[in-house]
């Protein structure tokens, strides 16, 4: 058997990649004000920012759209993909949504209330801000090993058990349900094992509370289940899935990741418990509850996109290739977070630049170097994103200064993969010439977006 395990798939539609001299990158990162998000995405060579909504459709994708039902309500195509997320997902009720904060913030609403707080191996941003801004409290529980980039663990996204059973114990009144993110994005795109979800949902349940999942990459957690848990190796992957959902009650899902679509997301619940307040809102915010903020297309490409997100042959090449990268890094020298999530790999800035200053932000310059050395945009994850200016002027920094380089779905080709690995050794070798930052503007909130930076 050959060795190199290729995309599997050809492909039909091209998009081109604009080529840009060095002298033309550095014009528009002066022009975007040192933040590579102000950049045309035009100016950029390879666009790693994230894997939320970027993917590529497949040809039956583009074909079941011209199928799409446009009918206000009950659509042919709301019923098509019932189908297929009630077959996967085992749960009764499904609600679509324009995408996944939507989803949670429905589903909160509906069933938290202020004073209460909801454990989580780790909340993604916008769950945790939901969840804040109806004055629940977020409590990330991942366990210990999760805490430790270097550490090769297979499953960085475990809840610690021990800490949800202490706090199921001493504020069990104020939880209403418990989370669990699969993969665990904010902590590097780390699985969660089928041990590890069976366990939690019999300790909540012992404790009357329902399992809440964040399932935006279930088919990529599905996957290293089949690779790294013993007895799973020869179980296809949709019955993996379909375990993982089965100690659920209910799940949120943003489809602009395992959906393999541009736009989209849902909610599932088993029961009826919350229903009467999720239509609700969902007519208030999103839409008649056949349609949910979709268009019937949409809802088209999602029913395919499901199917397609669980193929074995694409998951296996889609988590290799982050591998992969990982171990061109590795031969160069260039420290990162281990092992390689699902969809993404983090870059630890410090290996690259061990003397900058924290108060130059070594992962935002890192950041900036790669687009000038080789147009590649990935995003800064440390003291720009986390820290934060004090009335006082100081600052607050964050522990770690990582670069995330988020992949697309079935978009980049091995050859892709090269290069950057080239342009990331190359920006190492002239590290001595990068160059810090001073941030000039910057917003109240989530500065990172939007602040203005000069040269150090
Ligand atoms: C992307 C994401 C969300 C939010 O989904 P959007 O579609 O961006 O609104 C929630 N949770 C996780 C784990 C995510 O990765």
Same mark, same amino acid.
């Given at each position: 058997?050959?060795?190199?395990l290729i995309e599997p798939f050809r492909i039909k539609s091209v998009e081109?990649?604009?080529?840009?001299?060095?002298?033309?990158?550095?014009?528009?990162?002066?022009?975007?004000?040192?933040?590579?998000?102000?950049?045309?995405?035009?100016?950029?060579?390879?666009?790693?920012?994230t894997d939320s909504g970027t993917g590529a459709m497949s040809a039956r994708q583009w074909g079941a759209m011209m199928e799409g039902?446009?009918?206000?309500?009950?659509?042919?195509s709301f019923y098509r993909l019932q189908s297929v997320i009630q077959d996967i997902t085992g749960?009764?009720?499904f609600?679509p949504?324009?995408q996944g904060?939507?989803? *949670?913030?429905?589903?909160?609403?509906?069933?938290?209330?202020?004073?209460?707080?909801?454990?989580?191996?780790?909340?993604?941003?916008?769950?945790?801000?939901?969840?804040?801004?109806?004055?629940?409290?977020?409590?990330?529980?991942?366990?210990?090993?999760?805490?430790?980039?270097?550490?090769?663990?297979?499953?960085?996204?475990?809840?610690?058990?021990?800490?949800?059973?202490?706090?199921?114990?001493?504020?069990?009144?104020?939880?209403?349900?418990?989370?669990?993110?699969v993969t665990?994005?904010?902590?590097?795109g780390?699985p969660?094992?089928?041990?590890?979800?069976?366990?939690?949902?019999?300790?909540?349940?012992?404790?009357?509370?329902?399992?809440?999942?964040?399932v935006c990459r279930f088919c990529e957690n599905a996957m290293f289940i089949k690779m790294?848990?013993?007895?799973?190796?020869?179980k296809p992957v949709k019955a993996i899935a379909q375990?993982m959902f089965?100690?659920?009650?209910?799940a949120?899902m943003s489809a602009k990741k395992d959906g393999m679509v541009n736009i989209g997301g849902f909610?599932v619940?088993?029961?009826?418990?919350?229903?009467?307040?999720?239509?609700?809102?969902?007519?208030?915010?999103?839409?008649?509850?056949?349609?949910?903020?979709l268009a019937g297309r949409d809802l088209e490409a999602l029913a395919v996109g499901l199917e397609e997100g669980l193929d074995e042959h694409y998951l296996r090449y889609r988590l290799r290739t982050a591998?992969?990268?990982? *171990?061109?890094?590795?031969?160069?020298?260039?420290?990162?977070?281990?092992?390689?999530?699902g969809h993404a790999?983090?870059?630890?800035?410090?290996?690259?630049?061990? $003397?900058?200053?924290?108060?130059?932000?070594?992962?935002?310059?890192?950041?900036?170097?790669?687009?000038?050395?080789?147009?590649?945009?990935?995003?800064?994850?440390?003291?720009?994103?986390?820290?934060?200016?004090?009335? $006082?002027?100081?600052?607050?920094?964050?522990?770690?200064?990582?670069?995330?380089?988020a992949f697309p779905r079935r978009m980049y080709t091995q050859?892709?993969?090269?290069?950057?690995?080239?342009?990331?050794?190359?920006?190492?070798?002239?590290?001595? &010439?990068?160059?810090?930052?001073?941030?000039?503007?910057?917003?109240?909130?989530?500065?990172?977006? &939007?602040? *203005?930076?000069?040269?150090?």
């Open positions: 058997m050959p060795r190199t081109p990649i604009r080529l840009t001299t060095r002298a033309e990158r550095e014009e528009a990162l002066a022009a975007a004000r040192l933040n590579v998000f102000r950049l045309r995405a035009e100016d950029v060579l390879i666009d790693w920012l039902d446009e009918s206000y309500a009950g659509a042919r749960m009764q009720h609600v949504t324009h904060r939507a989803a *949670e913030k429905i589903l909160f609403t509906a069933a938290c209330k202020a004073g209460e707080l909801v454990p989580n191996n780790n909340h993604f941003d916008t769950t945790r801000a939901n969840l804040e801004y109806l004055g629940v409290e977020a409590v990330d529980l991942v366990a210990a090993e999760g805490l430790q980039p270097a550490l090769i663990h297979p499953f960085k996204g475990n809840i610690d058990l021990d800490r949800v059973q202490a706090l199921l114990e001493s504020d069990g009144e104020r939880i209403p349900f418990g989370m669990i993110t665990d994005n904010s902590n590097g780390q969660v094992s089928m041990a590890n979800i069976r366990a939690y949902a019999a300790l909540l349940k012992k404790h009357g509370k329902p399992l809440i999942m964040d790294r848990e013993p007895g799973y190796e020869n375990e089965s100690y659920a009650d209910g949120t909610i619940l088993r029961s009826d418990e919350w229903m009467d307040a999720v239509r609700n809102l969902e007519i208030l915010g999103e839409g008649f509850p056949t349609y949910g903020g591998e992969y990268l990982g *171990e061109r890094l590795e031969a160069a020298g260039i420290g990162f977070v281990r092992p390689t999530g790999v983090y870059i630890d800035a410090r290996t690259v630049l061990p $003397d900058m200053p924290v108060a130059h932000y070594p992962a935002w310059a890192l950041c900036n170097a790669l687009y000038l050395e080789g147009g590649i945009r990935g995003v800064e994850v440390g003291s720009v994103m986390f820290g934060k200016r004090l009335p $006082d002027g100081t600052e607050t920094f964050h522990p770690m200064e990582l670069v995330r380089l050859s892709h993969f090269d290069y950057a690995a080239e342009v990331i050794a190359e920006t190492k070798a002239h590290a001595s &010439t990068i160059r810090g930052v001073r941030i000039v503007r910057q917003p109240k909130l989530l500065r990172h977006f &939007t602040c *203005e930076c000069e040269w150090v």
